[in-house]
């Protein structure tokens, strides 16, 4: 007797456009044929409008568009296939094109194609990659992608505690063979700046390109999928905000750091990328003294709130750099407010009305 079986594979996805083309290579396997061999992948920023570019694209009549909203658009045709998302900070426009072609010349083209619709919008200065990843509902880790400005300064008058002044602090930790830094301290007070600053300058030196894997999803860490991305993939750092939970040491329940110390100085190294944590955890007795080990945590920065006179230092500094006036203490805050401000709240009180 003759018994034929059927196999089918099921598979959960939120990306539209990513159903479509699994369906595809799915029909092509079952068929015997190649119907994408050549993948590329096109990202940058402009300044411009994201909903008028994305028209723009749509209406090229060199391919069939589809519009599921003004963000992104799958575009279709005869040996090619492109998925593109855009997203729009307040001074540009970040894109990331998924590109699939029957050849690298047809691949060269949609590249070219795109581009041109960019012209002289494009943004030449250094950037560098945000992938950031999360759960979905269902439990699947994926991620999306956007383009930051390599643009942030940082001034030796914000950070105190760090003598040697930040700009050779990170060189020094981007040419150190350690991998983490912590960075420790309360809420405005300049973690996200530094790290990116230290993004910013990873990307000047590859010649104006870097990417960092990032996530504050604390279910994402929780199983290995994220971490063997970060050591096969190409990202150069590996940025976790808000750690405070994962820092904690394993002697008071933290089940997740293994999985750091493992790929910090470990058997699985990071092969020379950087894992950057920040934190609000108030002490160094908090974190796992595993993870700032010498030899595996090059160092423990405390960013904190500046005191009266590191204040007047600071808004001394931004108003040189940015040829104004130098304001009185009494204008900018106040002396209703407390002796000690974070930098968040100078930054605000200093931003142009």
Not at 158 to 185: H, M, W
Not at 201 to 206: A, G, K, L, P
Request: charged content about 30%; hydrophobic content about 40%.
């Amino acid at each position: 007797m003759d018994t034929k079986f059927t196999a089918s594979i099921n598979h959960d996805t939120w990306n539209f456009s990513q159903l479509i083309i699994k369906n595809r290579f799915v029909e092509a396997l079952n068929n015997g044929v190649t119907r994408y061999p050549i993948y590329r992948e096109l990202r940058f920023a402009a300044r411009m409008d994201l909903v008028k570019l994305f028209d723009r694209i749509a209406l090229n009549p060199v391919w069939q568009t589809q519009r599921l909203n003004t963000r992104s658009l799958i575009l279709d045709a005869n040996g090619m296939f492109v998925s593109g998302s855009g997203a729009r900070t307040r001074d540009y426009i970040s894109c990331s094109f998924d590109i699939w072609a029957e050849s690298s010349d047809m691949a060269d083209l949609v590249i070219k194609t795109l581009l041109e619709h960019v012209g002289s919008a494009r943004i030449d200065e250094p950037m560098f990659s945000i992938d950031w990843n999360f759960l979905t509902p269902k439990g699947e880790l994926e991620s999306a992608e956007i383009e930051e400005l390599a643009d942030d300064i940082l001034f030796d008058e914000a950070y105190p505690t760090i003598k040697e002044g930040v700009n050779k602090f990170i060189q020094r930790y981007l040419d150190s063979d350690e991998t983490v830094l912590v960075l420790q301290g309360a809420p405005g007070t300049g973690k996200t700046r530094f790290i990116r600053a230290i993004l910013g300058e990873i990307s000047r030196r590859n010649d104006g390109d870097a990417s960092a894997l990032y996530t504050g999803d604390i279910k994402a860490l929780e199983n290995d999928e994220i971490f063997v991305k970060f050591v096969t993939g190409w990202d150069d750092a590996f940025v976790i905000e808000d750690a405070d939970h994962l820092l904690t040491p394993r002697a008071k329940g933290n089940d997740d750091l293994h999985r750091f110390l493992a790929i910090a100085d470990g058997v699985i190294r990071a092969q020379g990328r950087k894992i950057i944590f920040s934190t609000n955890l108030p002490n160094v007795k908090d974190i796992d003294d595993a993870l700032i080990r010498p030899g595996r945590c090059f160092s423990r920065v405390n960013t904190r709130e500046l005191d009266e006179t590191e204040t007047e230092r600071l808004i001394q500094r931004l108003s040189y750099e940015r040829q104004v006036e130098v304001p009185s203490m009494e204008d900018v805050l106040p002396k209703s407010t407390k002796l000690k401000n974070t930098l968040a709240e100078i930054y605000k009180a200093l931003a142009p009305k």
